[in-house]
């Protein structure tokens, strides 16, 4: 069974002297959290009637696509392959790029989302997760009121995970620390790079205004909810082909727009593997995207997926 945890399970398992928690998030912060939350979903709820008519150009379209790509792999090949779980090495101007592509996703600085996501692989679905789905029991009732909270719920708990705990080893890194103290400055570009880029190529206020509310807003909410969604759906419906100790699932739909995040089950069964979807036609664009990367010499040490150690892993095999 130890095969299959990472090194930050081991370090949990064997019940470390420190506290869960650091403390409660103070008013200011918990503010932004709010402002940074519901913004953009606002405008995610907005863009639908704008869409029917006027206020969408296909340079906005090209935009969002751009910045929704650039930021998405910035929290599945960054934060959570590279940060979380180390399932691969990378040079330093790769890891400080990747740093800074994640928090353009407006989800937390790296160093409270890696504390986050690895207490959540520590207690995955059980007490101490921070979004399991499944704390509020099996009834119809209970489970709605456990996706509301395994998907955004719980971002709004003002409970801050235990950084001295989780994430010692970023803390120990001043290329991480300076990107996580960035965090503001990060975010204010995240909105404001696609309405000067949006200004420039239309030279008008108009087409910075659309770019803003499409490639800005609408392209964070849209993140927000399929990064969410790992948290929630993935850990509710879907196919269960590996071994692990919770309701991971793999979750196909989502597999495009997730970048192979919601091959979530194998992820599960197996932490520090850098490819999640590793059946046929599995398509996992983060895997592929740490592949070129490793062609270029950027990353190194990859943690591949191997056949016997796949054979181990699935259900019915021991
Ligand atoms: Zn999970
Ligand atoms: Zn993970």
New binding site residues.
Partial sequence: MTTTLDKSEERESSQGPRPLLEGQRNLATQIAVYAFILLPFAALIAAVPLMWGWGLSWLDVGLFAAFYTFTLLGVTVGY?RLF??NSYKAKRPMRIMLAVMGSMAVQSPPITWVAD?RR??AFSDRDGDPHSPWLFGTSPLALARGFWHAHMGWIFERDVTNKQRFAPDLMADKDIVRVNKLFVFFTTLTFLLPAVLGGLITWSWWGALTAFFWAGFVRVAVLHHITWSTNSICHMIGERPFKSRDKAANFWPLAILSAGESWHNL?HAD?TCARHGVQRGQIDISARTIWIFEKFGWVYDVRWPTEQRLARLAVGKD
């Fill in positions: 959570h979380t779980h996501h959540h692989h992820h932490p």
